[in-house]
């Protein structure tokens, strides 16, 4: 994994977009993303992967597979669906089994962190960061998805109505960014 910040270029969301500007891991862990190693060349990933999954209490799973031969016609629709801002209500968490992509999240300053995923890396975002995914220029991630109850992905684009989501305020909250809250800037 290796992470910094988007150049918020606006060209093909595909390309690494590296500013230059390294993120740490423990601003990384300040926004509430865990990350976790488990190489699938490892004979024992997938028994790690399992403890984690039990331990965070993951009830189901599913295998994505975000490429043009498996989407077909659809492939560039949904990437740029899964490119646009958003959040999600639970927790999202993705191991990455095959090929690459990236993870922008927003840190405290309202910036793209990006995210560099590759076999192996797993990736668990809180419930309430704005994010958004892309493969990177080979089109192609196969991701096994973990989640707390039936599989599901609901994602609630940016706008007034998701920034005062009550996911989205715990959040806030749980990071101590009041900086993004509907309220900030207000007097009292």
Known sequence: MRTYLFDNDTSDC??????????????LSKLGVLYYSFPPSSPDSPSRVDELAHSR????????????????EAYEEKIRMFFDEHMHEDEEIRYI?????????????????RIKADPGDLLILPAGIYHRFTVDENNYVNAIRL?????????LNRGPQTDANEYR?????ATGDASNSPDAGLGT
């Open 14 to 27: 595909r390309l690494p977009h590296d500013s230059g500007a390294e993120v740490t891991p423990e601003k």
């Open 57 to 72: 209490t993951y009830a189901s799973r599913d295998e994505v597979t975000v490429s043009p031969q498996a989407m077909g």
């Open 169 to 173: 305020q715990f959040y806030l909250e």
């Open 147 to 155: 989640f707390k109850a039936a599989p599901k992905w609901t994602p």
């Open 97 to 113: 089994q095959k090929g690459s992509g990236y993870f922008d999240v927003r840190d405290d300053q309202d910036q793209w962190v």
